[in-house]
């Protein structure tokens, strides 16, 4: 009996096509109407704070931004996330193909899939490019995945790696790419800055209803929430690397960015770290940006432009922003194991299992 056809598909976030500001107000929309983004009830008020509201509001100032980030190109997403499947092929070879797709906007979910299913693809890996759990990112992308996947590769069986916000190899790659950052000069400070997240996904997404927010250090005390807890899920990769890179207790905190105004986020905040820290005599700050496994608009205009601009201005001396995995050897590398593991027959853990179960649980709620 002949062994069934199997391949990879990686997911990432997404860009709009161009920064001209049709293109943004296009993609934004697309991004903006998920409702695991913008979870307001009733969804017609969602879609018309959406369309009408913020799109049309904050499209301009986007483009501008993008237009900061833009290469010859594209969007450095996309032409990552490109560099990453080609280098995947070459290193799992002609007998398990890659396909890239983004959840908001080019190459769709929908397009990609149709592709796989006319490819004859018996079996597929779905690899979401995030680290860590959250609905309004690693829960989309496989929700709409397994969507989309019912009306045109219905033939095709999905397994999904589950978030690796503390896998070994995951920690070990993330220190191998910033070694070198971390060896350029002396640091008063390492901050690790995070996309940030309502406080309400993160009570929303808390199987047990009764810890995340709840129970004292919640981050740190056991908990099965933890499957669905961003928040948790940060603090993991945080200490597991500054274990492995050697960072001094006392000098390393965690931050989110990337805030919306009108309810209470995840903090402290980015960017009132970048003022507070200079203060504090931490002049000279590297930064890491874990969330992201490629450098897009979030790192490079928000940390590396504007964050920058904060921080130096507040005070600081210097900063230094470490580049996210990207299309590094070292971040191939641990594609290409979980890929040959899967491929050889390995089975997702109970962890893994209880984090899927409690996702399409939400999703049929």
């Not at 986007?62 to 996309?78: D, F, H, N, R, T």
């Not at 001396?317 to 590094?328: G, K």
Request: glycine share 4%; hydrophobic share 40%; aromatic share 10%.
């Amino acid at each position: 009996m002949s062994s069934p056809k199997r391949a990879v598909l990686l997911v990432n976030l997404g860009s709009p096509d161009s920064t001209d500001v049709p293109d943004v107000k296009k993609y934004l929309r697309e991004f903006l109407g998920d409702e695991r983004v913008i979870d307001l009830r009733p969804r017609w008020a969602a879609k018309f704070l959406v369309n009408c509201i913020i799109a049309p509001t904050r499209a301009p100032k986007s483009a501008e931004a993008y237009k900061e980030v833009w290469k010859p190109e594209g969007s450095p997403l996309i032409i990552t996330s490109m560099s990453v499947q080609k280098k995947l092929v070459a290193a799992l070879g002609p007998d398990l193909p890659v396909f890239l797709a983004m959840r908001y906007g080019t190459p769709s979910i929908a397009s990609v899939l149709q592709a796989i299913a006319a490819a004859g693809i018996e079996e597929l890996l779905l690899i979401p490019q995030y680290p860590h759990y959250a609905m309004s990112s690693w829960e989309t992308v496989v929700v709409k995945v397994y969507e989309e996947a019912k009306l045109h590769a219905p033939a095709t069986r999905i397994d999904c790696v589950q978030p690796f916000y503390e896998d070994a190899d995951y920690i070990e790659a993330l220190h191998e790419v910033s070694r070198p950052h971390l060896d350029q000069a002396p640091y008063d400070h390492v901050l690790f800055s995070y996309h940030g997240i309502p406080e309400r996904h993160l009570r929303k997404a808390d199987s047990s209803k009764g810890h995340c927010m709840i129970t004292p250090n919640c981050c740190d005390t056991c908990s099965a929430a933890h499957a669905t807890c961003y928040k948790a899920q940060c603090v993991k990769t945080t200490q597991a690397f500054v274990r492995r890179a050697g960072i001094p207790d006392g000098k390393w905190s965690i931050s989110f960015q990337s805030r919306i105004a009108g309810e209470p986020w995840l903090s402290p905040y980015t960017d009132h770290e970048f003022q507070r820290l200079p203060k504090e005599g931490k002049k000279r700050l590297v930064v890491f940006t874990p969330a992201f496994v490629a450098d897009c608009l979030e790192t490079l205009e928000e940390i590396e432009g504007e964050g920058k601009e904060d921080f130096l201005q507040a005070g600081g001396e210097h900063f230094h922003h470490v580049p996210c995995l990207n299309d590094s050897s070292a971040y191939i590398e641990f594609l290409r194991a979980r890929a040959r593991r899967w491929a050889e027959g390995e089975k997702p853990t109970a962890t893994q299992r209880a984090a899927a179960a409690a996702t399409f649980a939400r999703k049929q709620a």
